[in-house]
């Protein structure tokens, strides 16, 4: 009778992997079917980088000696940005507005400008090490237009131009395709990387629609993606941020791109990965293919665009921390918009704004744990650690890390941390509350402080006026006296 039973569970276990094996066991769906087998344990990062602008940054990123370094948009500033201008015929900005700040350029201007940074001396030192792979996507300002969506008329034939600036093979399925989303893995069996590349403008919809980023056939391809083949780590290059929504603390003094703005598509997002976290795995034996449930654990995100680094955590959807790294710009960076000796306020609105997922920590050379200098992200995997541990950092431009933080492979698997189950109804934790979900007083404190400062100089220079015109009048009666 035992006897039967065994044979009954066998013929079970064999049916059901049979079964799996025709919907899942066939290999993965990547769209750049070329699997690196080499051992990967360094990968850099990094975006906007005005092609005009002094590069030092490429020193360090050599140094560091990157296996793979990831465009994450901004490649090059291909439009043309106006001058700011308030009064006058033509005005691009303030209440007044009426005419665009930014203005696409020519195919041969934004082929030129790629042609300026992809022959960059120290660039190309990058570009031509063997050892170093160079894949990438792109944001508004090499997509053709500052902050540009599915609207945009000439992202056909930017699309080609992105894709001739990283060397694209002519045969690649990117090229025949609506948008240049794409995967790769590297590694061998057990130590490998799946880095998936989002496009974030071919089919997204207009700034606060609430519409899609992606677009239906890009989710499609990115759910098939995210349930193929296992792998030890996966990374989720998006050029706009995924976990941190600043412009819910910002507004209504300026707002930034992320995916924040379109909650929708950044509930989908999260859910996506939850869903998919079992996947599976096909083991092969001489005479059967099994497949297995495993759990697609360990995936992270890093992103570019806003001008400053920070790593972001959101730890209440998934079952594990969701890690999210920025890194901008190579060039760009908010510090250099304003005279050195103001930086300390830069400094110090990047403290005072209100951030429920930004990572506070020892690892941060300011006290924000904000860095607004040119930077460069970079990874580092030590595979032979128990267990795999990841260093993963915010750098500056001579390869010394600003911020930083150190996370084993442990940590990004599901029920790690506690979900939001465990959140009573207004009660707000760091890591899992939403920015838009702060109290107001907190939220708009950036605001509140704004305001306040211009009305005390508003009533400082009342005040001065006032002042002036006693002395003078005081001046004169004194004068009539003499």
Aim: glycine fraction near 8%.
């Amino acid at each position: 009778m035992d006897g039967v039973k065994r044979w009954r569970w066998w013929a079970v276990f064999i049916l059901g992997a049979l079964i799996g094996s025709q919907f899942a066991c066939g290999g993965g769906n990547d769209s750049t079917k070329a699997n690196h087998e080499a051992l990967v344990s360094r990968i850099a990062f990094g975006s906007c980088a005005n092609q005009t602008a002094p590069q030092p940054i490429w020193d360090a990123i050599i140094k560091f000696d990157p296996q793979v370094f990831i465009w994450m948009g901004d490649n090059i500033y291909g439009d043309i940005k106006r001058p700011s201008k308030m009064f006058g015929k033509e005005r691009t900005t303030g209440p007044w507005k009426n005419v665009p700040r930014f203005v696409p350029t020519s195919q041969d201007e934004m082929n030129f400008k790629y042609h300026i940074i992809k022959n960059h001396p120290a660039y190309s030192r990058l570009r031509h090490n063997l050892n170093t792979k160079i894949i990438g996507t792109w944001d508004d300002h090499d997509y053709g237009l500052n902050d540009a969506g599915k609207e945009f008329p000439a992202k056909v034939s930017n699309q080609r131009l992105l894709l001739d600036f990283l060397d694209e093979p002519l045969d690649s399925p990117r090229r025949m395709q609506a948008g240049i989303y794409t995967s790769y893995t590297f590694g061998p069996v057990g130590r490998q990387i799946k880095i998936i590349l989002l496009d974030t403008r071919y089919h997204r919809d207009p700034l606060s629609s609430d519409g899609t980023i992606l677009g239906s056939t890009q989710w499609t391809w990115l759910e098939k993606e995210l349930n193929g083949p296992s792998s030890a780590i996966t990374i989720i290059v998006s050029s706009i941020q995924v976990i941190s929504n600043l412009s819910a603390t910002t507004g209504p003094l300026f707002y930034m791109e992320s995916w924040g703005r379109f909650p929708k598509e950044r509930d989908r997002l999260f859910q996506l990965i939850a869903d998919s976290k079992r996947m599976l795995r096909s083991i092969n034996y001489p005479s059967y293919t099994y497949c297995f449930l495993l759990q697609r654990n360990g995936v992270f995100f890093i992103s570019g665009d806003v001008h400053f680094g920070e790593i972001t955590r959101y730890d209440c959807d998934v079952g594990y921390a969701l890690y999210d790294i920025t890194s901008s710009g190579l060039t760009q960076a908010v510090e250099k918009a304003v005279p050195a000796p103001f930086h300390f306020v830069v400094r110090f609105l990047a403290w005072w704004t209100p951030s429920t997922m930004r990572v506070i920590g020892k690892n941060c050379r300011h006290r924000s744990c904000t860095y607004g200098q040119p930077n460069f992200g970079a990874i580092e995997i030590d595979w032979d650690a128990t267990p795999v541990a990841l260093k993963i950092e915010v750098r500056d431009t001579d390869g010394i890390p600003a911020i930083g933080v150190n996370i084993s492979l442990s940590e990004l698997q599901a029920q790690s941390v506690n979900s939001a189950a465990t959140l009573r109804v207004g009660e707000h934790q760091k890591h899992c509350s939403l920015e838009v979900d702060l109290p107001w007083i907190v939220r708009y404190r950036l605001t509140i402080l704004f305001y306040f400062s211009v009305a005390v100089l508003l009533f400082a220079l009342v005040g001065l006026n006032f002042a002036a015109a006693v002395v003078f009048r005081l001046f004169l009666r004194k004068c009539k006296l003499d």
